[in-house]
């Protein structure tokens, strides 16, 4: 099962690591798109998982920090973003945001996955279980919706900003701040909505991942 709208993707960080030990960004390899790699802060290590390579945080003071450009600033209009990831605790850490609790702004709070900022919201589905999971954020005109595992979990508010920031988008923490603890990999920004079957589509693509290791 191939990653659908590929040529829409305009950022896809797996979560290995190029001859520089920065956080390899795999658009251009598939679209022939615009390479955003991603600088790491205090050196997490990248593991291997049934997904592949990841980046493993610490918790405490690791992150990534991709540096802003034209082709990630998608909250304009309709746009989709995805990962998967692995977590225990329950408190407050943040997964990625492009500006305090601003652009695709996701954290982890009580067990659950919250797309923070404008009509924040959190998925019904409690997954700190340390099992990994797969989630994905779509922004539809003024609806979002919220998939774990394939599955639609809930639907929430505009995503939607009229103009976006430059700030850059960070991976693992707040600068620092609010850090998560855990594995991330297989982040995928998307300048479009997927619809449910190409949500769908997306995690049997990453599911099929584990079945060629």
Do not use: C
Not at 41 to 51: A, G, K, L, M, R
Not at 183 to 197: E, F
Request: charged share 15%; no cysteine; net charge negative.
């Amino acid at each position: 099962m191939p990653i659908p709208k590929q040529n829409n993707i305009v950022g896809y960080w797996k979560g290995n690591l190029d001859e520089d030990g920065d956080l390899f960004d795999s658009t251009n390899r598939i679209n022939g798109g615009t390479a955003n790699h991603g600088v790491l802060t205090s050196d997490p290590p990248q593991i291997e998982t049934p997904y592949g390579s990841m980046l493993e945080f610490d918790g405490s003071a690791d992150y990534v920090t991709v540096s802003d450009n034209s082709s990630i600033q998608v909250v304009a209009s309709d746009h989709t973003f995805a990962f998967i990831l692995r977590f225990t605790t329950t408190g407050n850490a943040v997964i990625t945001e492009k500006g305090s609790n601003d652009e695709l702004a996701f954290q982890t709070i009580s067990g659950n996955i919250r797309w923070a900022g404008a009509n924040s919201q959190d998925t019904n589905a409690i997954i700190n279980d340390n099992l990994f999971h797969h989630f994905v954020g779509v922004a539809a005109s003024t609806t979002s919706l919220y998939y774990v595992d394939g599955n639609l979990d809930i639907t929430g508010g505009d995503k939607t900003q009229g103009t976006p920031n430059s700030t850059d988008l960070l991976i693992g923490s707040r600068s620092g701040g609010i850090p998560f603890p855990g594995p991330i990999g297989h982040i995928i920004l998307y300048n479009t909505s997927l619809n449910s079957n190409e949500v769908k589509e997306l995690y049997l693509a990453m599911e099929k991942l584990t079945a060629l290791r």
